[in-house]
C-alpha cells in the first residue's frame, strides 16, 4: 500500500482496542493506611475536560478495576473525549495491576478508598470530577460521595440499591450534583420501572433506562451506549463517539 493509499485508513475500535492516551501506574494511600493500586489514563496532548473517577463491580464477584466498562473508558475516553479517567482497586482487591491492601468492607470503610481517590484528584489539579460507578461501585458512590463538595456528579450504571439506605439515596435531594442513573431492560437486581419509584426521593435525578440492556453490559453495543451517556454529560460535544480509529 502507497503511503497515499494509506493516509486515511482506520480500524475499527473493538472490545481490545487502547487508544493513545498518555498512561501511568498509580498509588493511593488511604486515611486508615491501606496502599492501593491503580492507573490514570490522560489525554495525550490537549488538557482533560472532566475527570471520570471509577469505581468498580462487587470484588468478592469479580468485580475490579478491569470490569470491561471501566478499562474501556480508560482505553477510549483519554483520545475520544479528552476526558481523564482514573481507575483503582478498592481495598482487597486484585488485578494484572497489583494487589490493593486490606479487606472488603461491604461498601463501609471504602470511604475512606474514594476519599483517597478524590484526594489524588485535586492533588494533580484534574478538573471536572464524576463518579463512575458501576453495581458496588454505585452504592460506594450513593452512600459517601456526598463528603466531596468538588464532585460535579454521578454516572450510576446498573444500580442495585441493595447497600445503600434510603436515607443514604434521600440525602442526594437537593444536593446540586448531577445524578444520572442508567438502569438496563433486564437487569438482574433493579430494573427500570423499580428504579423510577426507587429514585423518586431525588426529583433531579435522571434515569436512563436502556432498552435490551443487561447488568453486565456485554458486548459492543451496550458498550457503546455507556461510553455515549458518560461523554454526553461530560463532554458532549464531541458526540457521536468514533466507531473507528485512524490506523497507526
Known sequence: MSDEQGAGATTPIRSGSELPARREDIELRTADGLTLVGE?????SAPPVATLVCLHPLPTHGGFMDSHILRKAAARLPAMADIAV?????????????ASEGEFGDGITEEHDLAAAMGFVRERGLRSPWLLGWSFGTEV???????????E??????????RTTPEELTAWAGSG????AVVPEFDDFLRPAEAAE???VVPEAELV???NGKHLWVGESQT????TEIVARLNPGVLPLPTEWPSA
Do not use: M, Q
Open 86 to 98: 482514573l481507575r483503582f482497586n478498592l481495598r482487597g482487591t486484585s488485578s494484572p495491576r497489583g
Open 153 to 162: 456528579g454521578l454516572i450510576l450504571l446498573s444500580p442495585p440499591l441493595r
Open 198 to 200: 426507587r429514585f423518586a
Open 40 to 44: 490514570l489514563a490522560l489525554p495525550e
Open 141 to 151: 458512590a450513593l452512600k459517601h460521595g456526598l463528603e466531596h463538595d468538588d464532585l
Open 224 to 227: 457503546y451506549r455507556v461510553l
Open 177 to 180: 450534583k448531577h445524578i444520572v
Open 209 to 211: 433506562a436502556v432498552e
